[in-house]
């Protein structure tokens, strides 16, 4: 398989995953929140542990001041509270989901002006993408009892985006 054909592959295996995540969001949300805190909390103890190691072991060769260590502890804290009370995460996920859709809304709105000039035919599908994510995003913002709903939505878009780019991007670039 050539590179080409691969990376066509790899976006539309990602989107086919991305639907599926879609799905479990909408149709089990207390597990998706439960997972999401879980997950998360995870990284932060890991990242916190890390830290806290780096300070110890690497504090003298490259004069690493106290905050790295502060950083990893609070890290592990933060991490610990969501593994331990994951409903306490869930009353902040929405807004920090909201900032990431919001965001990852523009740049592709943004991204779409360049694509169109560029002369690909993609650009109205990825405006439209754009445009779609940043009112998930506010509704984030709004309505954050339907967090599960809204991640399943956006990540249901993001999955159709995904296959096709995949599926036509060896027409037009990559």
């Known amino acids: ?17 991305f639907i599926i995540f879609g ?3 909408a149709f089990f949300p207390g597990l998706t929140l439960a997972s999401i805190a879980f ?4 990284a932060f103890v890991v990242s916190g542990v890390v830290n806290i190691a ?3 072991r690497d504090r003298d060769l490259l004069g690493f001041s106290g905050w790295i260590l502060a950083y990893g502890i609070l890290d592990v804290l933060i991490g610990a509270m969501f593994v331990i009370h994951p ?7 929405p807004l920090v989901i909201g900032a990431f859709v919001l965001v990852f809304g ?3 709105v943004v991204a779409t002006f360049m694509v169109k000039r560029a002369g690909l035919p993609l650009w109205g599908w990825m405006l439209f993408s ?7 995003g506010f509704m984030f913002f709004s309505m ?14 993001r999955g159709v985006d995904l296959i096709v780019v995949g599926a036509n991007a060896g027409k037009y670039f990559l």
């Open 39 to 42: 997950i998360v909390g995870a």
């Open 1 to 17: 398989m050539n590179t080409k054909t691969e990376r066509n592959w790899q976006l539309i295996v990602a989107g086919i995953l």
């Open 87 to 93: 409903f306490a995460f869930a009353a902040v996920l």
């Open 54 to 56: 780096t300070f110890i």
């Open 130 to 136: 754009g445009v779609i994510s940043i009112v998930i």
């Open 23 to 25: 799905l479990v969001c």
């Open 144 to 157: 954050p009892e339907m967090l599960a709903l809204f991640i399943a939505l956006f990540a249901l878009l």
């Open 106 to 108: 523009i740049y592709e």
